[in-house]
């Protein structure tokens, strides 16, 4: 009955109200704990030893009345959530709680991220695209933000920090390369485009928060004939953000200019037989194991905003290495 339906739907939303109302609540409150001590504590100047004892006190005191949730650890955690998020200041210099969106687990883990732009960057992020903590635990561990990082000038890694990701252009959309280990294929197992393109699909919901914002499914092996003669486009997607389509090509090897023209006479199809005018160009993201920059620059044409060339990896980064990268690309 569509009544039912109606009514259903008016709870559900009732109650993620209710939730969100009261995760709020309860991280004011936490900041205010946090807040409290801080100001007892310190009067001015750090006491190390006076503010472990004060910890402890309240502990004690605050368990028997409250439960398990203020042990030690937590009411620390309390105290670090004021510190790593004080108060806000307006034109006017007025007190305000900052607005808290996420939840208190997703702030235990940001707290522990030592680089404040990699911090403020997952946390807009899983606001946005409203990452459980396990999905924000998988991005960070994906070094997600160092990815994006490297295709970024010290602006755009500024504006990352204080925006996220903002998809305005078909390269915002891309990355390079792209972490595909929840498909649990090893380095040494050896499996086909068909076998990739498969596990693939069987996680789509995993690799549509890897490719980013705005994704949607359209098909697998979509067919397209030109002059009798079928070919098969391994992936479609649609970009909302970007208002056109997305067609992935899957190499298990190294990428050879031959998948570069195959691409560009897809995204040509596209553009000439599929796409309204009032959409974007297509793009094209051929996935590949490896290629090489010049021949991707030489086969492209110098103003190419279509066809992109991303490797894959099947097992997580380094982040050391990922992290030398950066380092060495900002020097």
Same mark, same amino acid.
């Given at each position: 009955?569509?009544?039912?339906?109606?009514?259903?739907?008016?709870?559900?939303?009732?109650?993620?109200?209710?939730?969100?109302?009261?995760?709020?609540?309860?991280?004011?409150?936490?900041?205010?704990?946090?807040?409290?001590?801080?100001?007892?504590?310190?009067?001015?100047?750090?006491?190390?030893?006076?503010?472990?004892?004060?910890?402890?006190?309240?502990?004690?005191?605050?368990?028997?009345?409250?439960?398990?949730?203020?042990?030690?650890?937590?009411?620390?955690?309390?105290?670090?959530?004021?510190?790593?998020?004080?108060?806000?200041?307006?034109?006017?210099?007025?007190?305000?709680?900052?607005?808290?969106?996420?939840?208190?687990?997703?702030?235990?883990?940001?707290?522990?991220?030592?680089?404040?732009?990699?911090?403020?960057?997952?946390?807009?992020?899983?606001?946005?695209?409203?990452?459980?903590?396990?999905?924000?635990?998988?991005?960070?561990?994906?070094?997600?933000?160092?990815?994006?990082?490297?295709?970024?000038?010290?602006?755009?890694?500024?504006?990352?920090?204080?925006?996220?990701?903002?998809?305005?252009?078909?390269?915002?959309?891309?990355?390079?390369?792209?972490?595909?280990? !929840?498909?649990?294929?090893?380095?040494?197992?050896?499996? *086909?485009?068909? =076998? %990739?393109?498969?596990? /693939?699909?069987? +996680?789509?919901?995993?690799?549509?928060?890897?490719?980013?914002?705005?994704?949607?499914?359209?098909?697998?092996?979509?067919?397209?004939?030109?002059?009798?003669?079928?070919?098969?486009?391994?992936?479609?997607?649609?970009?909302?953000?970007?208002?056109?389509?997305?067609?992935?090509?899957?190499?298990?090897?190294?990428?050879?200019?031959?998948?570069?023209?195959?691409?560009?006479?897809?995204?040509?199809?596209?553009?000439?037989?599929?796409?309204?005018?009032?959409?974007?160009?297509?793009?094209?993201?051929?996935?590949?194991?490896?290629?090489?920059?010049?021949?991707?620059?030489?086969?492209?044409?110098?103003?190419?905003?279509?066809? !992109?060339?991303?490797?894959?990896?099947?097992?997580?980064? *380094?982040?050391? =290495? %990922?992290?030398?990268? /950066?380092?060495? +690309?900002?020097?």
């Amino acid at each position: 009955m569509q009544i039912l339906s109606d009514i259903q739907q008016i709870l559900r939303q009732a109650q993620q109200m209710v939730v969100r109302h009261i995760n709020k609540a309860m991280l004011e409150g936490y900041w205010q704990v946090g807040r409290r001590i801080v100001e007892e504590e310190q009067q001015g100047e750090s006491r190390a030893e006076y503010g472990k004892g004060l910890i402890i006190s309240l502990s004690a005191a605050l368990q028997k009345e409250f439960g398990k949730g203020f042990s030690e650890r937590n009411i620390e955690q309390m105290r670090l959530f004021y510190l790593e998020y004080p108060i806000p200041q307006t034109v006017s210099a007025v007190f305000q709680i900052p607005d808290f969106q996420l939840s208190w687990s997703h702030y235990q883990m940001l707290m522990r991220l030592d680089d404040k732009n990699e911090r403020a960057f997952y946390e807009i992020e899983a606001a946005k695209n409203n990452w459980s903590l396990r999905e924000l635990k998988r991005q960070f561990d994906s070094a997600l933000y160092m990815r994006l990082a490297l295709s970024k000038d010290k602006e755009g890694i500024k504006a990352l920090a204080e925006k996220g990701q903002i998809i305005e252009t078909a390269k915002d959309a891309v990355k390079d390369p792209y972490i595909l280990e !929840f498909l649990n294929l090893t380095e040494h197992y050896r499996y *086909s485009e068909s =076998d %990739l393109e498969h596990e /693939l699909i069987d +996680k789509l919901e995993h690799f549509l928060l890897e490719l980013g914002t705005g994704f949607a499914f359209v098909a697998r092996q979509k067919r397209i004939t030109i002059d009798e003669e079928h070919y098969h486009i391994d992936l479609v997607f649609y970009n909302r953000l970007l208002r056109c389509f997305v067609l992935l090509d899957l190499k298990i090897g190294k990428l050879r200019h031959q998948d570069i023209g195959q691409m560009q006479m897809y995204v040509n199809y596209y553009d000439r037989h599929v796409k309204t005018a009032d959409e974007h160009k297509t793009i094209g993201i051929i996935l590949c194991r490896d290629k090489s920059e010049t021949l991707v620059e030489i086969t492209l044409p110098q103003d190419n905003d279509q066809i !992109f060339a991303s490797r894959y990896q099947t097992l997580l980064p *380094s982040k050391e =290495d %990922l992290k030398k990268l /950066l380092a060495s +690309k900002n020097t």
